[in-house]
């Protein structure tokens, strides 16, 4: 008796098979058709991407945002020509995210003021330190440029001889990736061939190598395939189809896809309900991983992206008076009742005014809403204690 399609033997399966490549070959390129890499970059880039990034000027009392400044426009409107701010802090942290560095081409004007800043690719750039001068050296092709022209955002770590540059997270990561990959065609090839458990054909003469191969190439071409579910075969000559159940290798394969899933986000600290992954989310803990997401997640990149901004495009002099920042305050604002009771307990101690609470909601002001009131009789700060124990002070 010979069968066709037989269940495959353990040195075919998934879990006992060689490694197909993937885990010691991933690019950003690959890592991105992964769902789960895809989902966690989006996340983190389309976030840092909505975030305005201001200009702000130190004063006696504090500060106050500076939209005269050369630089406020191209970080907060528009870096070049081609680009909306939103495209290239998204693109910037895309990169940072895949390939562990980001670069821009700056570009000055005759008074030494930045005018634009044009994304380069990070797979084409190599940064080293000249032995003799000191100097870094940024070789992009055949172009070669020194630290004022080149705009770079290193990611976590320092690699390379010089410790010049980023770790690549998809480098470091391969094998986890790599893995993923492999687990991801795997799948596709299962669904490709049969979407229903594996079958074989039982005949009771011997076939040729001919026959066989004919035999098996009908039966694909008739059954095989979700588009042929629930057809009814009809087999000659005491042929017999019998199906084979999935067996517990394979329902390891779907817990395995899920744990790489999380595994992933932990790569890239992102809160599984993120990515549409609710398995382990209530309604009741969603609103603080989103808060932890843009405590420990987003305001650590922005963090690095400021003292870059800092330390290559204002410059030690211009650094003394100016900074840039981002507003994290829409990420940080929590439910509309947290937020109320919050508002409440600053404005009754004279830290926010009402004006000031509605431009955080987005309000325009009102006339009378700038004075800081505390509570009790609720009067103007500069009147407090004139009539206390009932005489004028």
Known sequence: ???????????????YKPVSGYTFGV???????????????RVIAETIGSLPCGVYRRTRDGREIDRNHALYYLLHDSPNDDMSAFEFWELAAKCLCLQGNFYARIYTNMRGDVTRLV??????????????????????GQDQYTASDIFH?????????????????????????GMTLDAESYGANFFRNNA?????????????????????????????????AGKIGVLEQG????????????????????????????????????????TRSTNNNIEHQGIDFATHTIRPWLTRIEKRIK?????????ALYYAEFNMDALLRGDAASRGTFYSTLRNIGVLNANEIRAKENLNPYDGGEKYLIQGAMVPVEQAGQFAGGVQQ
């Open 1 to 15: 008796m010979v069968k066709l399609g037989a269940t495959p033997p353990p040195d075919n399966d998934f879990w």
């Open 27 to 41: 690019s950003a390129d690959s890592a991105m058709r992964l769902s789960a890499v895809w989902a966690c970059v």
């Open 119 to 140: 994304p380069m690719d990070p797979s084409k750039m190599s940064v080293k330190r000249d032995k003799q001068t000191g100097i870094l050296v940024y070789t992009y």
């Open 153 to 177: 955002i290193p990611g976590l770590g320092y690699d390379g001889e010089d410790y010049l540059t980023g770790f690549s997270p998809v480098t470091y990561m391969a094998q986890s990736i």
């Open 196 to 228: 229903t458990p594996p079958a074989y054909l039982t005949v009771p003469q011997a076939l040729s190598n001919e026959a066989r191969k004919n035999l098996q190439t009908w039966f694909l071409q008739e059954f095989g395939g979700v588009k042929n």
């Open 239 to 278: 042929g017999e189809i019998k199906t084979v159940s999935i067996n517990h290798r394979d329902m390891q394969f779907l817990e395995l896809r899920q744990y790489q899933k999380s595994d992933i986000c932990s790569i890239y600290r992102v809160p599984p309900h993120m990515i549409q992954d609710l």
């Open 311 to 319: 330390m290559q495009l204002f410059g030690p002099r211009e650094a």
